[in-house]
């Protein structure tokens, strides 16, 4: 034996079987995709967070269709073992795996499991597949199961959102087709407001469904308006703002954006207002008067600062400090260590500060020396932006927790005047291509 053939013999049996390699990946793959809808399901958490889970399940993803039909009998297996959650994941890779190879029996496949597990049917169709570049977007599939839904009722309502998700304009006719039927208007209305073909009748459908008592129908109406912001007016944000809160997210979102100063007020006069919500109000506005009691609040409190407080300090003033975070928090620690960054930011802003702001109380009158005319100043990343001018996409995006960012979102939709359907628990590779967009677009404006 040569020694070549020596090397080639040892290194072989070093090397797992294939089999297990496939078992090792199918499993990991399981846990991650548990992983990421823990982390999808967190409004607190954020962008990077998805990125790490998202590109261990693109790899695995990947890996796992190149085993070819050995891959999917396994999960064919493994779907038959499992329950619960562990069997949602399994379904969800199952249709990955097939989106992944362009399988010709994905409508069958999507058709059988759509029912007991929409989510992993959805998403699985939405993500995938890897694309070949950070610009690529395969969505043939999304076109044939469309088609194949009119074989497959049970996958119509999912094929018309997908549509809409992956912004398919060839189907756009046959969406509109679809809006006199009572059974698929509402998700055929939201598929054509992601692509940006609102009308007016889409605005009078808003306010019908706001003005409903059934909540599955003031939903309809949010996610409208999330979609395409240009068809809210102020008859259907007051409409939508009267309502609870908790539901109409997005209204106070675009209200912000059309109106901050008047938000503010309006929101500190309101006792009724979350917390977070309080928080990404503040956030957005940039109003260093609101910033500076929410960094009032944030001093009082005991322990760390929450998820939405991190991201409004990150929004506004572009850092936050350790002392803020850590735990055990040292209370004292902290209020000095938020005052540091506050009066720095301010400063650096030129915003007039009095003269025992460092040592003073935490109040508005005690640390900046002309309220009146720091009302007129909006902060974002440390520094002043441009009014009526969409502020970048910039380092804070992956950063901030999921609520806030689905905020910049329809903000960059109402100051850019366009439909941004990108939603904050979309796949971490094509929210960084409209981060990329983005900043290109904003460097061209700039030149």
């Known amino acids: 034996m040569t020694s070549t053939e020596t090397d080639i013999a040892r290194i072989s049996r070093r090397l797992p079987p294939l089999a297990g390699l496939l078992d090792n990946s199918l499993d990991e793959a399981v846990r991650t995709r548990r992983r990421r809808l823990m982390i999808a399901d967190n409004p607190a958490l954020t962008l990077n967070a998805l990125r790490r889970t998202d590109s261990t399940l693109d790899r695995l993803i990947q890996t796992a269709a190149m085993y070819g039909q050995e891959a999917t009998q396994q999960l064919d297996a493994r779907i038959a073992a499992s329950t619960g959650a562990v069997k949602e994941a399994v379904v969800f890779l199952r249709i990955a795996v097939a989106v992944q190879m ?53 996958l119509r309502l999912m094929a018309i959102e997908l549509a809409g998700m992956r912004g398919e304009q060839s189907l756009v006719t046959q969406l509109k087709e679809l809006l006199d039927d009572p059974l698929y208007a509402a998700p055929a209305c939201i598929a054509l ?10 605005r009078s459908y808003a306010i019908e469904c706001l003005s409903s008592d059934q909540p599955e129908r ?51 006069a309101r006792d009724d207002l979350p917390a977070a919500l309080r928080a990404r109000i503040a956030a957005l506005a940039g109003y260093p008067d609101a910033i500076v009691n929410a960094c009032a609040a944030m001093a009082d409190a005991d322990g760390a600062i929450t998820a939405n407080q991190a991201g409004l300090l990150e929004l506004t003033l572009g850092a936050v400090p350790v002392e803020a975070r850590c735990e055990p928090n040292d209370k004292e620690k902290k209020s000095r260590a938020l005052r540091t960054l506050l009066l720095r930011v301010l400063r650096a802003a030129h915003i007039g ?36 001018v969409p502020p970048a996409l910039g380092r804070a995006l ?15 939709a109402c ?24 900043e290109f677009v904003d460097a061209m404006r700039a030149a």
Do not use: K
């Not at 100051?415 to 983005?438: K, W």
């Open 353 to 388: 500060l009095c003269n025992d702001a460092d040592v003073d109380a935490w109040d508005v009158n005690a640390i900046l020396a002309n309220p009146a005319q720091a009302a007129t100043v909006r902060l974002r990343d440390g520094l002043i932006f441009p009014v009526g």
């Open 193 to 202: 407001a992601r692509m940006g073909e609102a009308t007016d009748a889409t």
């Open 218 to 268: 003031r939903d309809v109406a949010m996610d409208l308006i999330a979609c395409d912001p240009r068809i809210s007016d102020d008859a259907l944000l007051q409409l939508a703002l009267a309502a609870d809160p908790a539901t109409v997210d997005a209204a106070w979102a675009i209200a912000t954006c059309s109106d901050p100063r008047g938000v503010i007020d309006h929101a500190a």
């Open 415 to 438: 100051l850019a005047h366009h439909a941004f359907a990108l939603s904050p628990f979309d796949t971490a590779r094509r929210q960084d291509a409209a981060l990329m967009i983005g």
């Open 398 to 412: 992956p950063e901030v927790p999921h609520a806030l960012r689905g905020w910049l979102y329809i903000e960059r």
């Open 102 to 154: 362009r399988e010709t029996t994905l409508g069958e496949l999507a058709a059988h499991h759509v029912e007991a597990f929409p989510r992993a049917v959805r998403d699985a169709c939405r993500f995938y597949p890897v694309p070949n570049g950070p610009l690529s977007d395969n969505a043939s599939h999304v076109i044939d199961l469309f088609e194949h839904s009119a074989l497959f009722p049970s």
